[in-house]
């Protein structure tokens, strides 16, 4: 019998699968990281972690299997994050590329396997309030992006065995120092001034800080083959909502940006939203910027209110914030300023 130990994370050359290697690495795990792109941790005194530069959704179902030999867990963070974009590409990567993953894990002799999720895999447009983890649902998710992780998600539970523990854990709106996604457009939004508050900015939504995110999905690894664990989705957040306004305002601040303060109705950004996608259908690229700048998902989520009842999360994976926001946004300050 093969002596398993170490983990392999995919996408650790993004923010969050960079800071769960980094973390793992330095508890004393051995990491092995798995994507596309080198994760900067190599030879950085992160720990003992490797890369194997390999595509998910096209690499070798061998290789695949040997990239995932001898580990004792898998942490699946690979996925196409964006709010536009051909079909084809998010069924490759998100839905293909975690079929094909679990395949070669249950094959590798894997034991435990986290799959990073999201909440949008089961937010259908309406506020969610204190809510649990409901159901993934293709059919009811909001873009391609979230139908596509919900058909991962629901592939990846369907996967759940006696052999191969899975735990689908779903953190939400991760920011953090270095982070290209959220923040990084936030503030640039800001600085042109293409960043207005949708209803007021008043709804109501949870965050997570990149380090906490990190440590939650590093308790999931750890507890995934619990009876009461495996086979559950959870949500991870810090569990301080704060409003919108409040929350971009503080992104902006850390970095010297002007706080928004133009306030559109929600009910006209969702309509400008389809327009918009009409339009980048036909023509992607519309206006300049890899990005539209508006759609029904984002409306959507800048305007209903999103916050999640943490009690039962933090329970199972024995996690509990150790940053919060009110620091990680201090930290992310003195990262702007180097």
Not at 32 to 47: D, F, I
Not at 76 to 85: D, N, Q
Not at 119 to 132: E, F, I, N, R
Not at 158 to 169: G, N, Q, R
Request: net charge positive; hydrophobic share 45%; with cysteine.
């Amino acid at each position: 019998m093969i002596a398993r130990r170490g983990v392999v994370v995919t996408g650790a050359s993004g923010m969050l699968g960079r800071a769960v290697a980094r973390a793992l690495a330095a508890g004393g795990t051995p990491v092995r990281t798995l994507q596309r792109s080198p994760s900067g941790l190599v030879g950085s005194g992160a720990g003992d972690v490797e890369d194997v530069r390999l595509d998910l959704a096209a690499g070798s179902p061998s290789a695949l299997v040997q990239a995932l030999e001898g580990a004792e867990a898998v942490v699946h963070l690979a996925a196409k994050v964006s709010v536009s974009g051909p079909w084809l590409e998010y069924r490759r990567t998100n839905v293909d590329g975690t079929e094909r993953l679990l395949e070669a894990a249950r094959a590798a002799g894997v034991r435990r396997f986290v799959q990073v999720s999201s909440p949008s895999v089961a937010h259908a447009g309406d506020s969610l309030v204190g809510a649990p983890a409901g159901p993934a649902d293709p059919a009811g998710a909001r873009g391609r992006y979230a139908r596509s992780k919900a058909l991962a998600e629901r592939a990846a539970l369907a996967a759940d065995s006696p052999e191969l523990a899975v735990v689908a854990v779903r953190p939400h709106l991760v920011w953090g120092p270095g982070d290209a996604q959220l923040v990084a457009r936030v503030v640039e939004r800001s600085r042109s001034g293409r960043l207005p508050l949708l209803g007021g900015g008043t709804a109501l939504v949870d965050s997570t800080y990149v380090d906490d995110a990190a440590d939650a999905l590093v308790a999931a690894c750890a507890r995934a083959d619990r009876d009461d664990v495996h086979g559950r989705a959870l949500v991870v957040s810090s569990g301080e909502p704060r409003t919108v306004a409040e929350l971009l305002a503080s992104l902006c601040r850390a970095h010297g940006a002007p706080a928004p303060t133009r306030s559109v109705p929600a009910g006209a950004a969702r309509a400008l939203g389809a327009l918009v996608e009409a339009a980048w259908a036909v023509r992607p690229g519309l206006g300049g910027g890899d990005e539209p700048p508006m759609t029904r998902f984002l409306a959507e989520q800048l305007s209903t209110a999103h916050w999640f009842d943490q009690r039962e999360t933090r329970r199972l994976l024995g996690w509990a914030p150790r940053v919060g926001l009110d620091e990680g946004f201090a930290r992310l300050a003195a990262a702007a300023r180097g």
